[in-house]
DNA sequence: TCTGGGGTCCTAGGACCC
DNA sequence: TCTGGGGTCCTAGGACCC
């Protein structure tokens, strides 16, 4: 048995804990750049605003109907999210992360009525966060997801549903006949896994509803849409095909990318970006013990805007794995001089390290030909990543990063960014009696 | 004018091997 | 008309997730 808990509206609800007046409003938080909307609350949903909006489109709804857009705050996000999980652990004795507002629980050996638990740890959660979530129970994690989804949409649009499984929901505990009354009364497209496009086929195919769903033939399923789905129906059918992941792999690859807050055609500050995002991934990197050896840089223009196109990538193999900050930015930024070409509006670029290993495998060599994998420089990075966790992102950096005051060339859009509010002393807000 | 960022898994096809 | 069989590894691209 699994609970999935999630945060309703994550970044919408930590913005309002600090600012309660936004309680009841059309709210969105934007991607960085206040490029579109990634979060938004009930009543912005209400008004029709989508999931990844660009903000020039919905920029009207400022004056005609109140909406508040907020700049993505990460580090708020990042700090509220670890109180979340923390009481959602509560829940059960195994708890898998699975995004930033998301964990999944096992339930296993967890005794008494599990929707009542699922309530009091809810109003825990509530009470201690001010963030308000839903539970999902189900005996797979695809059905629990499921659980989570009703649970909101309930409490969300009364009708919609039996409003006894508004904010709390157990499928697992729903007689045959209502179970089958509400799978029927959801889309296929809502389920875990069926994204737009697998959603659009299975529509024209007649799979309609998730009842359709689970009651299609699962060997049908996988010879004509793959083994992905078939999986998903399987667990919808509430046999366990996935199971919970508490101890999450090191990662495959790292990537450090960002959009501009306006176009860049020139080498230098590109240099100084691509330097920065490789510094970035480093950092990464070392977090979960790795080194790379391959890096890849990519740049590219607008696929929204006319005019000449760009898009270039490059792999540059590195002679050794390293995770060592300078050697990594160097290779970005020879693969940066290899691609990159005048006359261009580009947008975008990244970094990405690649072919990650174990920082404890180390290929022994003879002879140190370059000063990457001596032993006092991993010493100098973790002095310099405790420098950097210590007072800021950025106060230790590659010199070819540049200062901080030339990221207007190339620094994102953040006009309407929120106080971090529980990261930083000078930002935590004061109450007055 | 203005459209995010960071991942994973699966499959098909090609290269290569014995 | 005919073209061996079986296997691994790698890569690119598609689909999905939040």
Redesign the pocket.
């Known amino acids: 048995m699994y609970a999935l808990v999630?945060g309703n509206n994550?970044y919408v609800s930590c913005e309002r804990v600090f600012r309660p007046s936004l309680q009841g409003r059309p709210v969105v938080v934007?991607?960085?750049?206040?490029?579109?909307a990634?979060a938004r609350s009930n009543e912005a949903k209400a008004l029709g605003i989508k999931?990844?909006?660009?903000?020039?489109?919905i920029?009207h709804m400022e004056d005609s109907e109140g909406l508040v857009a907020l700049s993505?705050n990460f580090t708020l996000y990042g700090d509220m999210s670890d109180r979340v999980m923390s009481l959602a652990a509560g829940l059960g004795p195994t708890q898998e992360i699975?995004?930033?507002?998301?964990s999944f629980i096992g339930l296993a050996g967890v005794r008494g009525d599990l929707v009542d638990r699922g309530r009091r740890i809810r109003a825990r959660i509530l009470a201690w966060t001010g963030v308000p979530c839903g539970v999902g129970i189900g005996s797979t994690k695809t059905l629990a997801?499921l659980a989570n989804h009703i649970a909101k949409m309930a409490e969300r649009k009364p009708g919609a549903y039996p409003p006894e499984l508004a904010q709390v929901c157990n499928l697992s505990a729903l007689p045959a006949a209502d179970l089958d009354s509400v799978l029927s009364a959801t889309e296929v497209?809502e389920?875990?896994?069926?994204?737009?496009?697998?959603?659009?086929?299975l529509q024209e195919a007649g799979v309609r509803t998730v009842l359709d769903l689970v009651h299609s033939d699962p060997a049908t399923i996988?010879r004509r849409w793959?083994?992905?789905?078939e999986?998903t129906v399987r667990e919808l059918q509430g046999m366990p095909c996935v199971g919970l992941d508490d101890a999450p792999?090191?990662?495959?690859?790292?990537?450090?990318?960002?959009?501009?807050g306006?176009?860049i055609t020139d080498l230098p500050p590109l240099i100084e970006a691509v330097s920065e995002?490789a510094g970035?991934?480093a950092e990464?990197l070392r977090k979960q013990d790795g080194h790379a050896g391959q890096v890849l840089v990519f740049a590219h223009t607008?696929?929204?805007?006319p005019g000449p196109r760009f898009h270039r990538s490059v792999?540059v193999p590195l002679r050794r794995p390293t995770a060592d900050t300078p050697a990594l930015v160097r290779a970005a930024v020879a693969g940066l001089h290899q691609i990159y070409q005048p006359g261009y509006?580009l947008?975008?670029a990244?970094v990405?390290?690649l072919d990650l290993t174990p920082a404890s495998r180390v290929q022994q060599e003879l002879a140190l030909e370059d000063d990457s994998a001596d032993p006092t420089r991993a010493r100098l990075m973790v002095a310099m990543d405790a420098l950097n966790g210590r007072y800021g992102k950025g106060t230790v950096h590659a010199a070819s990063t540049g200062m901080h005051d030339n990221r207007r060339e190339w620094g994102?859009r953040q006009e309407r960014r929120t106080p971090n509010y529980t990261t930083a002393w000078d930002e935590v807000p004061v109450a007055r009696a």
């Open positions: 999630d994550f934007l991607s960085n750049n206040d490029g579109c990634i999931m990844g909006a660009p903000w020039f489109q920029r993505a699975y995004s930033i507002d998301e997801k497209g389920v875990w896994g069926v994204g737009r496009r697998i959603g659009a086929a996988r793959g083994v992905v789905l999986r792999a090191p990662k495959k690859e790292i990537a450090c990318t960002r959009s501009f306006r176009p995002f970035r991934a990464k607008s696929p929204h805007r792999i509006d947008i975008k990244g990405m390290l994102m």
